[in-house]
């Protein structure tokens, strides 16, 4: 079982649709990020909170708005998406970097189509 | 520009043999190095890490070695059972929080 639990498992979207993607965790991580991840390719960084601030934004379209509401949870607000949007997005959680190395771990994710 | 790559996209390997899964990097600043194993439908789960001060780590069945001189990290799996079959991930960090990941390598391992 994964430590990391994200709902929904699989969401099907139009472009003009609001929904948000959520992200659970109880290891007392207080870092927590999102990844996209496409076929047949790596995970992609998106965003990452550290201590529930956003510490990185890897330039991410502004259709895409993370939210961290408290040190457990992380959500993944999605508005106006394009069809290339289309892709497994990852959560996962860690302790800071710089605080003793620590693996991330991952949760399963959510498979997004957008139609 | 990919600063960790997997040039192995795929590796079959007999049960009950190694099987060896390659990893190279570019970024000398990076200080940990971690793999992950992915089946379909499940995120990535992790294996076994190491950190730059040393050059190996064992647990169980699988040691990850790491060659800083020549920024290369190599994960072996001895005895390769069928249940490893799914793809791997290699990945490295540096403080800052932020892990980059390989392009993966798809094992399968034939009974």
């Known amino acids: 079982d994964t430590e990391v639990t994200q709902t929904p498992k699989h969401l099907v979207m139009g472009m003009t649709n609001k929904k948000s993607l959520k992200c659970e965790q109880h290891?007392?991580?207080?870092?927590m990020y999102w990844y996209k991840q496409k076929a047949k390719k790596p995970p992609e960084l998106m965003f990452v909170?550290?201590?529930?601030?956003?510490?990185i934004n890897e330039s991410v379209p502004s259709r895409f708005s993370p939210e961290c509401p408290n040190s457990s949870l992380l959500n993944l607000h999605l508005h106006a998406l394009q069809p290339e949007d289309s892709a497994l997005y990852l959560c996962?959680?860690?302790?800071?970097?710089?605080?003793?190395?620590?693996?991330?771990?991952f949760g399963d994710g959510t498979r997004l189509s957008i139609l | 520009d990919q600063q960790v790559k997997q040039n192995s996209p795929s590796l079959s390997v007999q049960e009950g043999r190694i099987s060896i899964l390659n990893c190279d990097y570019t970024n000398s600043m990076f200080d940990y190095f971690l793999w992950y194993k992915k089946y379909p439908a499940e995120g990535p789960t992790f294996l076994i890490s190491i950190s730059s001060i040393k050059d190996k780590n064992e647990d169980g069945r699988f040691t990850v070695f790491l060659n800083k001189s020549a920024k290369h990290l190599s994960l072996h799996i001895v005895p390769s059972q069928p249940g490893d079959s799914a793809v791997y991930f290699c990945?490295?960090?540096?403080?800052?929080?932020?892990?980059?990941f390989g392009t993966g390598t798809s094992l399968t391992v034939i009974p």
């Open positions: 990945a490295a960090s540096n403080t800052g929080n932020q892990f980059y």
């Open positions: 909170y550290s201590y529930e601030k956003l510490s």
């Open positions: 290891m007392g991580h207080r870092a």
């Open positions: 996962a959680s860690s302790t800071p970097t710089g605080e003793d190395s620590q693996p991330q771990h």
